[in-house]
């Protein structure tokens, strides 16, 4: 299984916060497990990305434990962050809008992404 590529599509965002962490923990299971993993951020998930909005969104309130710690520890575990450039264009946002370390992919660069993966999760 290391080496295996998958790719996980994310497509909810900061108006669903209880739905942005399950594709992160996926992600973060899967590198650990020696997995190339990617995460397109798509139609509402790209704003997820938006610099300042990750950091007010926590799973648990009065955790402490925000999205971006989230972010943060996938792009540390080698986690390939990517933004939809027709989604940021949906949500307003331009590449000055997004965290540090995030790819605009367009959508048929996530579907060459697709058919280059062993596996493909949709949340």
Same mark, same amino acid.
């Given at each position: 299984?290391?080496?295996?590529?998958?790719?996980?599509?994310?497509?909810?965002?900061?108006?669903?916060?209880?739905?942005?962490?399950?594709?992160?923990?996926?992600?973060?299971?899967?590198?650990?497990?020696?997995?190339?993993?990617?995460?397109?951020?798509?139609?509402? +998930? &790209?704003?997820?990305?938006?610099?300042?909005? /990750?950091?007010?969104?926590? %799973? @648990? !309130?009065?955790?402490?434990?925000?999205?971006?710690?989230?972010?943060?520890?996938?792009?540390?575990?080698?986690?390939?962050?990517?933004?939809?450039?027709?989604?940021?264009?949906?949500?307003?946002?331009?590449?000055?809008?997004?965290?540090? +370390? &995030?790819?605009?992919?367009?959508?048929?660069? /996530?579907?060459?992404?697709? %058919? @280059? !993966?062993?596996?493909?999760?949709?949340?």
């Amino acid at each position: 299984m290391a080496g295996e590529r998958l790719l996980i599509f994310q497509t909810h965002g900061v108006l669903h916060p209880h739905r942005t962490y399950a594709p992160l923990f996926f992600a973060l299971t899967a590198a650990a497990m020696d997995l190339k993993v990617a995460v397109w951020f798509s139609m509402e +998930g &790209v704003t997820q990305l938006r610099k300042g909005a /990750a950091e007010r969104i926590e %799973l @648990e !309130a009065g955790s402490g434990v925000t999205l971006a710690h989230w972010l943060r520890q996938a792009q540390e575990a080698g986690v390939e962050l990517m933004a939809c450039a027709h989604a940021m264009g949906v949500e307003k946002m331009t590449e000055a809008d997004l965290i540090d +370390g &995030v790819r605009i992919v367009g959508v048929a660069g /996530a579907l060459d992404r697709c %058919l @280059e !993966a062993d596996r493909v999760m949709y949340f």
